[in-house]
């Protein structure tokens, strides 16, 4: 994938790719439950489509290749800097502060009564 990003934007080009693969049962796929793997790939403001494009194909391929699974399974979007930076501010200012400490309490709480339950903790991942 690092290739893959400094093949498009050159040897020195810093790779920021956020992924993230959705939990059996949580996506369908041709109307029948499938996996997914989403990937957002930060590419310079202003590129122009068609190599957008490529981009986009070429991390489909790459990562259809690392992680063994068809190619109809990836997902990319390819959001330029701008955006990249509003997403993850955005993310970050989900939850405020004051809150943190009860969410992470939690999430802990519940991961254990699951393990105690089905022999594996489970994390809420929705916020």
């Known amino acids: 994938m690092v290739a893959a990003y400094r093949d498009a934007f050159g040897a020195d080009a810093r790779p ?6 959705l939990p059996q049962g949580q996506s369908f796929v041709a109307g029948s439950q499938g996996d997914v793997y989403l990937f957002l790939v930060e590419v310079p403001d202003g590129l122009e489509q ?5 981009v986009m194909m070429t991390f489909v391929e790459r990562a259809a290749e690392a992680f063994g ?12 800097t701008a ?7 955005g993310n970050r200012n989900r939850l405020r502060w004051w809150r943190r400490p009860g969410f992470l309490l939690g ?3 519940h991961a ?11 994390i809420r991942a929705n916020l």
């Open 112 to 122: 254990m009564r699951t393990k105690r339950r089905l022999g594996y903790g489970k």
């Open 107 to 109: 999430t802990l709480w």
């Open 69 to 80: 699974i068809e190619v109809t399974k990836p997902m990319v979007s390819a959001l330029d």
């Open 16 to 21: 920021a790719v956020l992924w993230s693969a």
């Open 50 to 54: 068609s190599k957008r494009e490529q």
């Open 83 to 89: 955006k990249v930076a509003e997403y993850l501010a």
